[in-house]
């Protein structure tokens, strides 16, 4: 297998290129390249290798959408460089991204996360990069019981915009805030299991279950382009389950 190089540093305005190789130019990331990734998230072999020094197999476009406020960039932050983002809240503008480069049983995944701008005005862009993403992480904050209800409407959008077989994720946030929670852990539970989907609850304050909910996207889509005849099943579902941390609190 090829091995390509993946961009270290922060990106942005990434084009929703659609598998074709688009220019970062962002003044973190010049002439940097957004490498183009097949259906199947294959890297094609042929497309031109970034400027940096962190060498990939597959690459994957993760994208994190939820309502403005519910931490959105602190967990890509979290996850990024391992660190909270404490003071005063900066909405996103747009959207940008990370990439970050992963070892799946001895496979390097890159994982292109993309972080979205919540507040409405900024819908119509985002829109534009759901069909290139493989996974989805919708986050909502368990201290702001409105940004929950509002994952329905959010369901509805990535039905709409995103490809049929994305990965998606619930993640309730903020999960170390207990003494403002408004969410109860099995509400989380109970409407992941009606979407059908994974759920967990995060918090990119202290760093709870921020790697595995990557680590999981991850192996999700490692698995299904590599699927070779010989290898055990993965199933996400359970692999999230027997991971989770729980916080052993979940009164509001
Ligand atoms: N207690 C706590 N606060 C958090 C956590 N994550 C984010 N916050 C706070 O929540 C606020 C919003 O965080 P952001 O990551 O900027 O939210 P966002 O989802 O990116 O918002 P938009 O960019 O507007 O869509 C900030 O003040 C953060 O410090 C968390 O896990 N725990
Ligand atoms: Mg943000």
């Known amino acids: ?23 970062d130019n962002t003044k973190s990331g010049k002439n940097s390249l957004v490498v183009g990734v097949q259906a199947n998230g294959v890297v094609h072999p042929s497309r031109p290798v970034c400027n940096s020094s962190e060498f990939y197999d597959i690459a994957f476009k993760v994208m994190l959408v939820g ?18 983002l404490a003071g005063s809240f900066i909405s996103t503008v747009g959207i940008d991204f990370r ?11 890159k994982l292109q996360i993309w972080d979205t ?19 989805l992480l919708l986050l909502y904050d368990v201290t702001n019981k409105a940004s929950f209800d509002n994952t329905r409407a959010w369901l509805t959008e990535i039905h709409e915009y995103a490809q049929k077989d ?20 099995d509400e989380g539970e ?10 967990m609850e995060t918090s990119a304050r202290s760093g709870l279950n921020v790697e595995l909910a990557f680590t999981a996207i991850a192996k999700e889509l490692k698995y ?13 579902h359970e692999y999230v389950s027997k991971e989770v941390q729980t916080t052993g609190c979940c009164r509001p």
């Open 1 to 23: 297998m090829s091995r390509k190089k993946a961009s270290k540093s922060k990106g942005g305005n990434a084009s929703p290129s659609g598998g074709t190789p688009a220019k």
């Open 67 to 84: 309502d403005s406020g519910v931490g959105k960039t602190c967990l890509l932050v979290r996850f990024k460089d391992g660190a909270f």
């Open 99 to 109: 990439n970050k480069v992963l070892n799946i049983d001895g496979v390097k995944v």
């Open 117 to 135: 701008a919540g507040q409405e005005r900024f819908r119509s862009v985002t829109h534009a990069y759901y069909r290139d993403a493989h996974a």
């Open 166 to 185: 994305v990965v998606l994720m619930l993640l309730g946030n903020k999960a170390d805030a207990s003494h403002s929670r408004t969410v109860r852990r």
């Open 190 to 199: 109970r409407l992941a299991k009606e979407f059908g989907v994974p759920f």
């Open 224 to 236: 299904r382009s590599m699927k070779e005849t010989d290898e055990p099943t993965f199933k996400l």
